[in-house]
């Protein structure tokens, strides 16, 4: 595991001694902190110190898998994935209905399980919606922008233009494209706005910088291109 990456505690909460050992070696194995419980109770307790995961068994003494699940969703959004023995239909759609994200009958193959582990896990990944491109980088969550490490303090309909021009890259725009795509149809003004918006953003990121972002073709509009 690369040391910047998060190691993951999941919690396994088995009252078979064999299966629990197998799950937590094969866990462990991948790099994944486990934790074991071979109660409902004892789950229950390491389930709501949020861990990244849970795997519950379904038959366990002193709180079955569905009281623990049940308990579990009232106080947290945790991933569950659910083991058990038994395959009816209606006893999966009952886990699923109280909470458990997934849903794995017994015996099942450790690859299978290991996949439904990493599957949920990438859901609960934050997703990174910055926009990057050569030396920017737009961080569409803090409305930010960074030219070489340089923050570049842009207003709104400057950051919204570039967006557009990132987002849409390789394509050459018409004014009147970016007008739309940026103030809107309904907005009531000229498109000729654009030119003085582009120059602004020059001024602003391509200003100190040997290569220039925005390309001008004569005649048509604008472009950022690869």
Not at 32 to 39: F, G, H, P, R, S
Not at 62 to 90: F, Q, W
Not at 127 to 136: A, G, L, M, Y
Not at 145 to 172: D, F, Q
Request: charged content about 35%.
């Amino acid at each position: 595991m690369d040391a910047t990456e998060k190691q993951h505690r999941i919690v396994v909460v088995e009252d078979d001694a064999a299966i629990a050992r197998v799950l937590q070696l094969e866990l462990q194995h991948e790099g994944y902190l486990v934790e074991l419980a071979t109660n409902g109770v004892e789950g229950l307790e390491l389930a709501l110190k949020e861990p990244d995961l849970v795997i519950l068994d379904l038959m366990l003494p002193r709180m079955d898998g569905m009281e623990v699940c049940r308990r579990i969703r009232a106080k947290s959004r945790v991933p569950i994935v659910m083991l058990t023995a038994k395959d009816r239909i209606p006893d999966r759609v009952a886990g699923l209905d109280i909470g458990a994200n997934d849903y794995l009958t017994k015996p099942f193959a450790t690859e299978e399980l290991l996949a439904r582990v990493r599957a949920q896990l990438r859901e609960r990944e934050p997703q990174d919606r910055s926009i990057r491109f050569k030396d920017v980088v737009m961080d569409r969550d803090r409305h930010e922008v960074r030219r070489g490490g340089k923050e570049i303090a842009l207003t709104a309909k400057e950051y919204a233009l570039l967006e557009y021009l990132l987002l849409h890259r390789n394509k050459v725009h018409t004014r009147d494209e970016l007008f739309n795509g940026v103030w809107g149809s309904d907005f009531l003004g000229d498109s000729n706005l654009i030119d003085v918006y582009i120059r602004y953003l020059r001024g602003k990121l391509e200003e100190g910088f040997d290569e220039k972002l925005i390309t001008t073709v004569r005649g048509i509009g604008y472009s950022i291109k690869e």
